[in-house]
């Protein structure tokens, strides 16, 4: 009662909120650039050729950045028909975020094949631990662009390089997630399957897996955050399809309403992938 | 004399030899007494030491036997080794001395065979009761069928009284029930020895009562062999046929003396005692005065 009480009041200062932001937007975006002043003791030639250069003296002047109609008109024709494929350089957001989500759940599953055994291996050894400690905190810092370079010429495929790079991004988080979840199993538990004499396997994935769970998942989520952060900016990188590259399309087309509508598709989605590991963590969470 | 008890000191005179089986054994008498042991004890502690400094051990020289169906206490002050003990028995540990013998064969390592009960109960948060039991059952009979084993799940969760909890998750029940968890997980892949550690320390008083009757019940039922640590003096004598008494290491006289096993007690109290009418019986006080005394006086001071 008392929640949804304050659930309410929370919606409608939000809601308060994003009103007061669409009108100050529509205001800065209306208001007229004060232009024209010096028309006054020009020859016509002269104004024929500031018109010429785009420079009209007579023209009112406005900022250019899209009013929030406009916006909304663009992502009512956008959500209209996201699928169409009209060339490599028009396609519906639908099909360019299929790409994105494509090359960031590949890299991201390439990550996890990864992360996960090396954790449980570097979790459960302290040899192991101290052996990769260094070459973990050496490449963990990197931002995953500066590796695109080398992706390119090795791996010689843009898309591929794309995929690399979150599958590099998202690799550390989880790693040391695991290798951390799996190091704090609770020794009991332990003593319990050992005692029962359970084999190895079905230890790691009856005990220390679903005991681990919840630090991997955590892991996981980070590294999906990161992950869709990434793939924007190498998809700007290496161009051809994506969010990422239909943002910088729309900048080399000037067309900010598209801008607008890609960012806050990307703002929207990256939502809704950490909603789903939100989800994820909550059914591996357990209570002691 | 209402129980047999004898100090170490006084071993390395000729025993009888139904009391020597339950003192440590000297070496001069070893070779004898081995042969003797084969017979009746069914777990056998020869010269059990651990050190983590060489020159200090927490304890040496431990060695006790308990035959078949036999329900053995073992009491001491915290940081004797009784933890140890168990451990060694249980096979997570390893002694820096001596051997470890359960049914003729050198224990080596955790087994089947050896069922554990953990202070913390250590049942997996995220499995039910049922699930938690199955694992165990499951890892006894790899080959049996579903139904076979929540058969066999249901009967030892009925046994200690939670069939209406049985789909329950560990953090759902309290104190008492999980260790009654516990134990039926212990009991359910019959093992040929139950090692308890502790079992009832965490538990308030009247939970605990209620539980001691129950694992007396069980245990009286399945004949099974407990070796068993506590604190209670009182869970000691109820639960018994014999109680250990373990010493501390301490300085004395400039020297170290390592902890060891002082004394064997064995209960005189008729099997059939229960918990309601303990203190009633004759030589109960006798039994519990000597007890506390070497607790307070002995076990540590020298």
Not at chain 2, 154 to 162: A, T
Not at chain 2, 276 to 285: D, F, N, W
């Given at each position: 009662m008392k929640s949804t009480h304050l659930n309410l009041r929370a919606a409608m200062v939000s809601l308060l909120m994003f009103l007061v932001f669409l009108g100050a937007w529509q205001l800065s975006a209306t208001a007229p650039s004060v232009a024209g002043a010096a028309k006054a003791g020009m020859t016509a030639e002269e104004v024929e050729?500031?018109?010429?250069?785009?420079?009209?003296?007579?023209?009112?002047?406005?900022?250019?950045?899209?009013?929030?109609?406009e916006v909304g008109k663009a992502m009512v024709g956008h959500l209209a028909d996201p699928f169409y494929d009209k060339g490599p350089n028009d396609k519906g957001?639908?099909?360019?975020?299929?790409?994105?989500?494509?090359?960031?759940?590949?890299?991201?599953?390439?990550?996890?094949?990864?992360?996960?055994?090396?954790?449980?291996?570097?979790?459960?050894?302290?040899?192991?631990?101290?052996?990769?400690?260094?070459?973990?905190?050496?490449?963990?810092?990197?931002?995953?662009?500066?590796w695109m370079p080398l992706a390119l010429y090795t791996l010689k495929d843009s898309d591929v390089s794309g995929i690399f790079v979150i599958f590099i991004c998202s690799v550390w988080p989880m790693l040391i997630n695991t290798a951390f979840g799996v190091s704090a199993v609770k020794r009991d538990w332990l003593n319990v399957a050992s005692t029962l004499e359970v084999t190895p396997l079905r230890k790691a994935f009856l005990v220390i897996l679903p005991a681990a769970a919840p630090t991997i998942v955590t892991g996981m989520r980070i590294s999906m955050g990161i992950a869709w952060l990434v793939i924007v900016a190498a998809e700007m990188l290496v161009g051809g399809t994506g969010v990422g590259y239909f943002v910088w399309?729309?900048?080399?087309?000037?067309?900010?309403?598209?801008?607008?509508?890609?960012?806050?598709?990307?703002?929207?989605?990256?939502?809704?992938?950490?909603?789903?590991?939100?989800?994820?963590?909550?059914?591996?969470?357990?209570?002691? | 004399m209402w129980s047999e008890t004898t100090e170490r000191e006084l071993t390395t005179a000729p025993l009888p030899a139904a009391v020597a089986k339950l003192l440590p054994i000297p070496s001069e008498l070893?070779?004898?007494?081995?042969?003797?042991?084969?017979?009746?004890?069914?777990?056998?502690?020869?010269?059990?030491?651990?050190?983590?400094q060489s020159d200090k051990p927490v304890f040496s020289d431990v060695s006790f036997t308990i035959d078949k169906g036999e329900f053995v206490c073992i009491i001491g002050?915290?940081?004797?080794?009784?933890?140890?003990?168990?451990?060694?028995?249980?096979?997570?540990?390893?002694?820096?001395?001596?051997?470890?013998?359960?049914?003729?064969?050198?224990?080596?390592?955790?087994?089947?065979?050896?069922?554990?009960?953990?202070q913390s109960h250590a049942l997996m948060p995220w499995l039910t009761v049922r699930q938690n039991i199955a694992f165990a059952v499951h890892s006894r009979?790899?080959?049996?069928?579903?139904?076979?084993?929540?058969?066999?799940?249901?009967?030892?969760?009925?046994?200690?009284?939670?069939?209406?909890?049985?789909?329950?998750?560990?953090?759902?029940?309290?104190?008492?029930?999980?260790?009654?968890?516990?134990?039926?997980?212990a009991f359910a892949i019959q093992p040929k020895m139950l090692l308890l550690d502790e079992p009832f320390g965490a538990l308030d008083a009247l939970t605990r009562g209620t539980i001691q009757d129950?694992?007396?019940?069980?245990?009286?039922?399945?004949?099974?062999?407990?070796?068993?640590?506590?604190?209670?003096?009182?869970?000691?004598?109820?639960?018994?046929?014999?109680?250990?008494?373990?010493?501390?290491?301490?300085?004395?006289?400039?020297?170290?003396?390592?902890?060891?096993?002082a004394e064997v007690v064995v209960n005189p109290l008729p099997r059939e005692r229960?918990?309601?009418?303990?203190?009633?019986?004759?030589?109960?006080?006798?039994?519990r005065n000597h007890i506390v005394d070497f607790l307070v006086s002995r076990a540590k001071a020298h």
């Open positions: 050729y500031l018109k010429m250069m785009g420079k009209d003296p007579g023209a009112v002047k406005s900022t250019g950045f899209p009013p929030p109609l957001i639908g099909i360019q975020l299929a790409h994105s989500l494509g090359r960031v759940g590949l890299g991201f599953l390439l990550a996890v094949l990864v992360a996960l055994p090396v954790g449980f291996m570097i979790g459960m050894s302290p040899l192991m631990r101290k052996a990769f400690d260094p070459f973990v905190q050496v490449l963990k810092p990197i931002s995953p662009l500066a399309n729309e900048w080399n087309n000037l067309s900010l309403v598209n801008v607008i509508f890609a960012v806050l598709v990307i703002g929207v989605v990256g939502m809704l992938l950490d909603l789903a590991f939100a989800q994820l963590q909550k059914a591996v969470t357990y209570v002691e | 070893h070779a004898l007494q081995t042969k003797a042991n084969a017979m009746t004890g069914f777990l056998k502690i020869e010269k059990l030491g651990k050190a983590y002050h915290s940081g004797c080794g009784k933890t140890t003990i168990l451990n060694v028995l249980a096979g997570l540990d390893t002694a820096t001395a001596g051997h470890a013998f359960m049914d003729g064969r050198e224990i080596a390592g955790p087994s089947l065979e050896r069922g554990v009960v953990f009979w790899p080959d049996w069928k579903k139904p076979q084993v929540n058969e066999h799940v249901e009967k030892h969760v009925g046994m200690v009284g939670l069939l209406h909890a049985i789909d329950k998750k560990p953090s759902q029940l309290s104190g008492g029930m999980k260790q009654r968890v516990g134990i039926a997980r129950e694992l007396m019940g069980i245990v009286r039922q399945t004949q099974q062999t407990v070796f068993m640590i506590t604190h209670d003096v009182d869970e000691a004598i109820l639960l018994s046929d014999r109680i250990l008494l373990m010493s501390n290491g301490n300085e004395s006289g400039g020297h170290y003396v390592p902890g060891g096993l229960t918990r309601a009418q303990l203190h009633h019986l004759p030589g109960y006080y006798d039994m």
